[in-house]
């Protein structure tokens, strides 16, 4: 039975993993132009946002290893209204993946964006930081994630501005029971029982819990964005910081 729930597992989010791109925010709301000023929009060579992610180095941008299956070639920074983007916000990017990253069931979603250039922190962006070590985190604390995208099942159609809503950590162990097959070192967040989440989309950007990004946004539950049984799934940044670090020490 294992087996078999492996099997269905893996083909459930083979399809997100394509399809689980364009930060889509559900029931969320604008973020304040002073506010998640490092909030990044990965887009591919025709300029189309394809996912999230978030600035944490000058020169580099964290996002979802599953993202590379849209083929992206720039980040832009700067701006919360993608309209406004120019290119002297846009910048061409290396990718490092995450060694062991096969497909999104085994988890390990996670990629590092290395930036053309050094970014000058301003008025208009700036980094944020990560976790200094391994924890655990505490269910019910607020947190919040953002991006731009969808902001229901039904329309399909993106956002301009950014927008940002509020979820609670779950419990891990309800999280399991609900994701058979769940893969290791993730958060469970928002969605299951709430209105609240990232839907198709969001993928590559920050779950923020007391001003840290603490995961990234890796997957849901196929298409519903309404979440009526099962908790969104971000990878756990703070079991990845040696591969982080040490990434970062030796492209710098």
Not at 172 to 180: E, F, G, I, L, P
Request: with cysteine; proline share 4%.
């Amino acid at each position: 039975m294992h087996a078999l729930h492996q099997i269905l597992l893996f083909h459930v989010l083979t399809c997100l993993g394509r399809n689980a791109h364009g930060s889509v925010i559900i029931h969320g709301k604008k973020a304040p132009e002073n506010s998640m000023l490092y909030m990044a929009s990965v887009q591919n060579s025709s300029k189309h946002h394809v996912c999230g992610g978030f600035l944490i180095r000058e020169n580099f941008v964290l996002t979802a290893a599953h993202c590379d299956d849209e083929k992206p070639t720039s980040v832009v920074l700067g701006t919360h209204d993608l309209t406004k983007a120019d290119d002297s916000m846009r910048y061409s990017i290396t990718k490092f993946k995450y060694p062991h990253y096969e497909n999104v069931s085994n988890g390990n979603d996670l990629m590092l964006l290395k930036l053309c250039r050094s970014i000058g922190l301003n008025d208009r962006v700036q980094q944020i930081p990560l976790p200094k070590d391994e924890k655990n985190m505490t269910e019910n604390v607020e947190c919040s994630v953002a991006g731009w995208g969808y902001t229901e099942t039904s329309t399909f159609r993106t956002v301009d501005e950014l927008r940002v809503v509020t979820v609670s950590i779950i419990n891990q162990d309800v999280c399991k029971k609900t994701w058979v097959g769940l893969p290791a070192k993730v958060i469970c967040a928002g969605g299951y029982k709430t209105k609240k989440g990232f839907c198709q989309g969001d993928s590559g950007g920050p779950l923020v819990c007391g001003g840290e990004a603490v995961g990234v946004v890796s997957f849901n539950h196929k298409s519903n964005c309404n979440y009526p049984h099962f908790p969104n799934i971000y990878m756990d940044i703070s079991k990845y910081l040696v591969w982080i670090n040490k990434t970062l020490e030796e492209n710098s």
